[in-house]
């Protein structure tokens, strides 16, 4: 009995802070970013947040997890501002991410602002890669390289000369940064069942 209270309880509270991490935040970035100054498809894209209690990890600092959540409100953030979120709704397409990392420079506490710049730096024929950077203050704090798609409701996946022409983009894609495609090219080893097995 103990223990399934104690299953509810961490269920309940799971719930919780992902509501007040991620859900109360969509809905202030739903309110708000439509009215915010436009930006260009392909960003950047620059969005302020604040660390909130539930950020925190229990050395007192913003939680990594919390950075990957981060990212995904701020680049929800762009696709609004850059009015191609009613394209995707019409034609039931929506972003995935298939891969991403982060590296760490300094800590955010509780309290502190900082601002993310989103921007997709290249693509290919199946994937957006983007960067996303966390500042404060000027500060470097963080970086991040995510690997985005975009799939339809039924489940096919949308080649990115689709997403372009929807956007009314038509120039070709910017060179692959040396770093991406080192990163682009060991994820396959990461799904191979030897690796996970080890």
């Known amino acids: 009995m103990a223990f399934v209270l104690a299953r509810q309880y961490l269920s309940l509270s799971q719930f919780i802070d992902r509501f007040m991490k991620y859900y109360i935040r969509l809905l202030l ?3 708000i970013s ?3 100054k436009p930006v260009q498809p392909l960003g950047p894209c620059v969005t302020k947040f604040r660390v909130w209690p539930n950020d925190l990890d229990v050395f007192m600092h913003m939680n ?3 950075y990957l959540t981060i990212m995904d409100l701020a680049r929800t953030d762009m696709m609004i501002r ?3 979120v009613k394209g995707m709704v019409n ?3 929506y972003p995935v991410v298939v891969a991403e990392t982060i590296r760490f420079k300094h800590s955010l506490k509780l309290f502190q602002q900082y601002e993310i710049e ?3 730096v290249c693509w290919d024929h199946r994937a957006f890669y983007l960067v996303q950077t966390f500042t404060r203050n000027d500060e470097f704090v963080a970086k991040a390289a995510v690997e985005a798609r975009f799939l339809s409701t ?3 996946r949308i080649p990115v000369s689709d997403l372009l022409v929807m956007m009314g983009h038509t120039s070709p894609s910017p060179p692959m940064p040396a770093w991406i495609s080192d990163w682009q090219h060991a994820q396959p080893g990461m799904s191979e069942p030897q ?3 080890e």
């Open 29 to 31: 970035l739903l309110m």
């Open 34 to 36: 439509p009215f915010r």
């Open 64 to 66: 990594n997890g919390a």
């Open 82 to 84: 850059a009015g191609i």
């Open 91 to 93: 034609r039931r397409w």
């Open 118 to 120: 989103t921007e997709v």
């Open 154 to 156: 039924s489940g096919k």
């Open 195 to 197: 690796f996970i097995e």
